[in-house]
Structure formats: structure tokens, C-alpha cells
């Protein structure tokens, strides 16, 4: 179940950046795609934890705090990092230079975290980079310096989610960290 969940998470993430580029160019600012894309999930998840955990409407000052930093840095404004990346470049290079936040994220877990990062993952984030070099056709593109920024502007801000946002979920349920970052 996990193997499908993965899979079918890889392909709406990458068919998103199609969709973003059309609504991008079609007039939405990368500000406004943000704001619609955060409230949708707010309101989404707040009326799925009505239903099934009430309870997560109740966080820890703390927790509150932590939530609101990850919400701005990691929700906010990686989105619109990622939308103002997409608006300027191919979305093919805009998400191979996002995805390397995933290098990020296990550079940090080894350096700073001390945590064992797995020959296999090295290998596996390498092909994933690999991959997305090839299907982007990063030799045949011409980048905007903006966009290369926003790009990388948004794959600190996703390593920054992917790492806070591990340790919100052993506190509370994904779909609650979901619910708060995004309001």
C-alpha cells in the first residue's frame, strides 16, 4: 500500500507543476495560487478533523508557535517560491532543483542529526536527481537567475517542512500538521 501511495504521490506532484505553469500563465499570480492552495487544504482537513479527531483543534502554545513557523516558512512560502520557480522556468528544471531538498533533508540527518543515512537512499536520490536532469533536458534549456533562486528558495523551504514537519506528526496526526500549517 505504501509502494502505491509513493507512486501515486510522485505523479500528482509532477502533474501539479504542469497544472501550476497553466494556471500561472493564465493570469494567477504565484501569491494568489499560495493563498488558494493553502486555504483549500485548511478548510479540507478542517472539515475531515471535525468528523474524525476534534481533538487536534486543541495544540500547546508551543506547539502553535512551531506550527505557524512551519506553516509560513514551510507551507507559505515554499509554495510560492515553487509558483514564481514554475512561472519562470521549465517545470521540468524548476522541480529538479525543489527536489533537492530531498538531498538536503538526508544531508542534514547525517551531518547534524547524526542519523545513519542508508547506502540505498544515497543511491535512490541520485537516480531521482539523475532522472529528473534527463526528463527536464537540462542541457537544452535556457534558465532565468530568478527563477534558479526561487527554485532553490523553495527546495530550503521544503527540506526545512520535510524536517520539522516529521517530528509535528509524532506530536499529531499528518492531517492536523496539514490542517494548522496550511491556516
Known amino acids: 500500500m505504501g509502494y502505491l501511495f509513493g507512486f501515486l504521490a510522485a505523479l500528482l506532484f509532477g502533474a501539479n507543476g504542469s497544472v501550476t505553469k497553466v494556471v500561472l500563465d493564465n493570469g494567477l499570480s504565484p501569491v494568489q495560487l499560495t493563498q488558494f492552495r493553502t486555504l483549500g487544504t485548511c478548510l479540507i482537513a478542517g472539515v475531515i478533523l471535525l468528523f474524525i479527531d476534534?481533538?487536534?483543534?486543541?495544540?500547546?502554545?508551543?506547539?502553535?508557535?512551531?506550527?505557524?513557523?512551519?506553516?509560513?516558512?514551510?507551507?507559505?512560502?515554499?509554495?510560492?517560491?515553487?509558483?514564481?520557480?514554475?512561472?519562470?522556468?521549465?517545470?521540468?528544471?524548476?522541480?529538479?532543483?525543489?527536489?533537492?531538498s530531498v538531498l538536503l533533508v538526508a544531508l542534514v540527518a547525517f551531518f547534524f542529526l547524526k542519523e545513519k543515512v542508508k547506502p540505498r537512499?544515497?543511491?535512490?536520490?541520485?537516480?531521482?536527481?539523475?532522472g529528473l536532469a534527463i526528463v527536464a533536458q537540462i542541457w537544452a534549456s535556457e534558465l532565468d537567475g530568478l527563477g534558479i533562486i526561487m527554485a532553490l528558495a523553495a527546495a530550503v523551504t521544503l527540506a526545512i517542512y520535510f524536517l520539522v514537519g516529521e517530528r509535528q506528526v509524532t506530536a499529531t496526526s499528518p492531517l492536523a500538521v496539514a490542517f494548522w500549517t496550511s491556516g
Do not use: D, H, T
Not at 68 to 78: H, K, N, P, Q, R
Not at 121 to 130: M, N
Open 54 to 100: 476534534r481533538g487536534a483543534f486543541r495544540l500547546s502554545a508551543r506547539q502553535v508557535g512551531v506550527m505557524a513557523i512551519l506553516g509560513v516558512v514551510g507551507v507559505a512560502l515554499m509554495q510560492a517560491s515553487y509558483s514564481f520557480a514554475i512561472k519562470l522556468l521549465p517545470v521540468g528544471i524548476a522541480l529538479l532543483i525543489e527536489y533537492l
Open 121 to 130: 537512499i544515497w543511491f535512490a536520490i541520485a537516480l531521482v536527481l539523475i
